[in-house]
């Protein structure tokens, strides 16, 4: 039953409401309280001579205020809901509810949610049970029947997915499934494609007695399927169904750091499909784009990610060749610019003297600087050209015969004999080459070699012993055509052959832009040759090898870059093969934040296709999806009558002069308790969160407190004097140590915790280890002691007690391999200078996580500024640390040796060094190299 827009569960409660004349005639009967007066009899006497007088009434307001209080209670228990939708299914039988949960989701994820909730809550009612499926997971999706709690809670956890859905799998096993349903309502996107006619086909076939459509209507569903870095703007190439009524919006494109760097519009032609917003910007600045997405629409569809394949790198272009020749088809640098303009942004030196045009391009931060027959280089732009090499720069050159000729030229990557050779000329007996199949080590693997490519002339290389490392490219003879050496951070590149068509052909082929493309990805100074060499675009490329990259930052389904998804495994190029969107792959950035690579869920040539309805089955009701959920109204109502309520006990009170008297020696006992109630209440909050306030104010060490009281005591009385130690020889100046219960304490605000072990302690339980393990990976160190150097500590060939205790707590944690701390370690150095890590005992190992870096063992220290999450010793760190209240030692050192102690005090302060800086040595020793590297 509906009424003023409200819908009542109970409708028939509302005749409760004709009681409300009986209720009134009954509190008018209420009679009025007692008055008092003054006793004096003359005023007795005055009121005797009175006619009779009829009781009075309640007051009004008293008798208003408790008609609207029953009147709130009958209207709540006739369960008035507001946005109800009524008849939501029908029928009887399963019901099977299909929600699209794909990209399009995050436009209106709410007012799906709203649907499928009123269609499940509908069946609940009528005992009818529920198949919830998701087309994200349709190759997992259950479709038997279970309860509308239970679908409830599915849904309720369920969030929008950066996906294209893949309703054909699903469609399979409605196919297969032998369960009769009553009603089949598909919540769908609204648009089309072969999975969701599959979908539709099955829903048909499986004759359910009612066929709910829900679609929205595209007016906000566009997609961003291409960008294009041009020449003068980046290009943003939008898409929409033909249904959908937007025609124009904004696009903004931001940084790795999310900063908004510029916006353009966009505006649809009536009945186009497609747009274009154009960033006209300079290429410095497109550059660092890494996200575009169209204001205003929570979908991962309308964001594209942008990687160095959408970078225009700066390439300056110096030719040694004489005036005559710098015309058109004449000029080397023709063919440069031609085959790099499509990719780069090209910056010509525009003044002939050598130094000063390097000068000119190197500030203008070209990426690439490539020279064309250059043969001697001036000493200061030899100084300028290896100073920018240094930093990254990549040096591409041409021989000619000015390079053929010249002597000794420092910037080259291979030594070349004087003169060149000369192939298929009328005084020499060889002919043309033809180019050898390129390795698949070479960054130019997978770059299709036309057949007619020939090479009539080149410079040789002299052997080295190091040639064929430095060899690119080959000629079928085997003589280099393309050699290649590091140079700092940068690299050198030359062709053995001149850059325009007087030597060779190369130039005048596809080959060739692909080449440079390849070598001009490489100066981004952050891909790698290797990922440069697998994620090329080019039609005549082919993928080789594999190269796995990890998920940096993903999308998620309402088209926000975040962290690296949960599900998302790393992603792989293979040989043959193009990386796709998926569940374990969502669109995003996988990489390295100096090197990654963009996986978008819209590729060029994408269109969004509206689904059309008149091929749904011939019983199926098209409706809208629900904007609001239904709203129960019947907690508030009773929460307004109990406070009606609540306003009538104080009238009466105030009625009967309850407040015109001195509080009662009874009130002021319940008043009394019920104060003394919550003052204990507020102490046992304050004692409770007292040591994780006080723990959170100051740096402070921390102890697992083991339950042994003795064990207990020397790990705070070590503590304590190591703290001790520390304020007295660094800046440091620690907090009083505390002793924490992992099972129950907040482990946080510590930056090392000290665990001793002992047989004789409880292993802690499943969830306690949880939360040292979540501490772990969150950036806290916990050192363990198993105090049994004498008997058989850890990793030594016997097992004691306590190092078996160990076995079975590590049992429980996700730990990385160990190794005991090596020479070149941080904790040999981090504050004092060590060699051994002694405690009580002298000669147990001390392990830390074993370092992946396959360092040399000449170098100082090791890379990575990550701390160990894991220490473990069999020294007794505490027990040499421990001290009385008068400063003696609480335990002696074995064997007795008073400097063994004084090491072991600096093994604390190098380890609580290491945990509060991580590997800040390591950076201070790489100073010199570094000011080295820069020429300072």
Not at 20 to 28: D, H, K, S, V
Not at 724 to 733: M, V, W
Request: proline share 7%; net charge negative; glycine share 8%.
């Amino acid at each position: 039953m509906s009424l003023f827009g409200l819908t009542f569960a109970s409708p028939l409660l509302l005749l409760g409401l004709l009681a409300l004349p009986a209720i009134w005639w009954l509190l008018r009967l209420t009679p009025p309280r007692p008055r008092e007066e003054v006793f004096p009899p003359t005023r007795i006497l005055e009121q005797i001579t009175k006619p009779e007088e009829t009781p009075a009434q309640s007051p009004w307001w008293l008798t208003l205020l408790r008609l609207v209080m029953a009147g709130l209670v009958i209207l709540a228990l006739a369960d008035p809901i507001r946005n109800a939708i009524t008849d939501a299914v029908s029928g009887e039988g399963p019901v099977l509810v299909v929600v699209d949960d794909g990209w399009t989701s995050g436009l209106d994820w709410q007012e799906r949610v709203n649907s499928a909730s009123t269609l499940i809550e509908e069946a609940g009612n009528s005992s009818r049970p529920i198949a919830l499926a998701f087309l994200s997971e349709s190759e997992q999706a259950n479709l038997a029947p279970s309860t509308a709690d239970a679908a409830l809670a599915r849904l309720s956890a369920a969030q929008p997915t950066p996906l294209k859905t893949n309703a054909a799998a699903l469609a399979e096993k409605l196919r297969e499934d032998a369960t009769t349903f009553g009603t089949i309502a598909w919540l769908s996107s609204g648009l089309s494609d072969e999975g969701t006619t599959a979908l539709n086909e099955a829903i048909g076939l499986k004759q359910a007695g009612e066929v709910l459509y829900f679609g929205p209507a595209l007016d906000n569903t566009i997609a961003v399927t291409r960008i294009s870095n041009d020449t003068d703007a980046m290009v943003a190439t939008l898409a929409r169904p033909a249904s959908s009524s937007v025609r124009s919006g904004i696009v903004s494109a931001y940084d790795i750091q999310g900063r908004s760097l510029a916006s353009a519009e966009f505006a649809f032609e009536t009945d186009a499909s497609s747009a274009e917003a154009r960033f006209v910007l300079p290429a410095e600045l497109r550059n660092d784009f890494v996200r575009i997405d169209v204001d205003g629409l929570s979908s991962a569809g309308a964001v594209q990610l942008l990687d160095e394949r959408f970078r225009r790198r700066n390439v300056g272009l110096i030719s040694g060749e004489n005036a005559d020749r710098s015309q058109p088809l004449l000029s080397p640098l023709y063919y440069i610019s031609r085959a790099l303009a499509p990719f780069s942004q090209i910056r010509e030196a525009q003044d002939a003297n050598l130094l000063t045009a390097i000068t000119q391009l190197i500030e203008e931060r070209v990426s690439t600087l490539i020279l064309a027959d250059i043969g001697t280089l001036p000493e200061d732009a030899e100084a300028k050209l290896r100073e920018w090499l240094n930093a990254g720069g990549v040096l591409i050159r041409f021989a000619g015969p000015r390079l053929a000729a010249a002597n000794d030229d420092p910037l080259i990557p291979v030594r070349l004999r004087q003169g060149d050779r000369n192939l298929g000329g009328t005084l020499t007996w060889g002919t043309p080459q033809r180019l050898s199949t390129f390795d698949p080590a070479s960054p130019f693997s997978g770059v299709v070699i036309p057949e007619d490519v020939t090479i009539n002339r080149q410079v040789l290389a002299e052997p080295d012993i190091d040639l064929e490392a430095k060899t690119w490219a080959s000629l079928e003879d085997g003589t280099p055509l393309v050699t290649a050496a590091r140079e700092g951070d940068g690299w050198i590149v030359l062709f053995h052959v001149t850059a325009d068509a007087s030597w060779s052909n190369l130039p005048l082929s596809g080959a060739f832009v692909d080449m440079l493309r390849r070598i001009v990805a490489v100066s981004n100074g952050a891909l790698s040759q290797s990922l440069v060499q697998q994620g090329g675009e080019s039609e005549s490329t082919q993928a080789s090898g594999t190269i796995a990259l990890p998920p940096l930052r993903n999308l998620d389904g309402f088209g926000v870059l975040g962290g690296a998804a949960e599900a998302a495994l790393p992603l792989t190029f293979a040989s043959g093969t193009n990386p796709t969107v998926g569940l374990e792959n969502p669109p995003g950035l996988y990489g390295s934040s100096d090197a990654f690579v963009a996986l978008n869920l819209f590729q060029d040539g994408d269109t969004l296709t509206a689904f059309d309805t008149s091929t749904l089955p011939a019983n199926a009701e098209q409706r809208a999806y629900q904007a609001e959920a239904p709203f129960n109204l019947k907690p508030w109502l009773l929460a307004v009558a109990l406070g009606l309520f609540a306003l009538d006990c104080l009238a009466v009170l105030w009625m009967a002069g309850a407040f015109q008297k001195r509080l009662r020696p009874a009130v002021v006992s319940i008043a009394a308790a019920l104060m003394l109630v919550v003052a204990q209440g507020e102490r046992s909050f304050a004692q409770d969160t007292s040591a994780e306030f006080e723990a959170s104010l100051k740096t402070r060490l921390a102890f697992v407190r083991t339950g042994i009281a003795e064990l207990d005591t020397i790990s705070e009385k070590g503590l304590i004097g190591l703290t001790d130690f520390i304020a007295s020889r660094t800046s440091l100046e620690p907090a009083e140590p505390m002793g924490v219960d992992i099972g129950t304490d907040e482990l946080a605000f510590f930056p090392l915790l000290y665990w001793p072990v002992s047989a004789a302690s409880p292993v802690p339980s499943t969830q306690a280890m949880a939360r040292v393990d979540a501490f772990m990976k969150q950036g806290g160190t916990v050192l363990f002691d198993t105090r049994d150097q004498l008997s058989g500590g850890f990793g030594g060939n016997s097992v004691s007690a306590a190092t078996m205790k160990l076995r079975e707590i590590l049992a429980t944690l996700d730990i990385p391999p160990l190794e005991p701390v090596p020479e070149n370690h941080v904790l040999t150095r981090a504050f004092y200078l060590l060699d051994v890590f002694p405690g009580r005992y002298l000669d147990g190992n001390l392990w830390v996580e074993a370092s992946a870096d396959e360092s040399s063992a000449d170098r100082p220290t090791r890379s990575g500024d990550g701390v160990s999450t894991i220490m473990i010793t069999s020294n007794d760190f505490a027990g040499a640390w421990a001290v009385e209240a008068s400063g003696a030692p609480t335990l002696p050192i074995v064997p007795p040796n008073p400097t063994q102690r004084v090491y072991a005090y600096r093994t604390g302060v190098n380890i609580v060094m290491y945990t509060l800086t991580g590997n800040y040595k390591a950076d201070q020793v790489h100073i010199p190299a570094l000011l080295e590297r820069l020429g300072q």
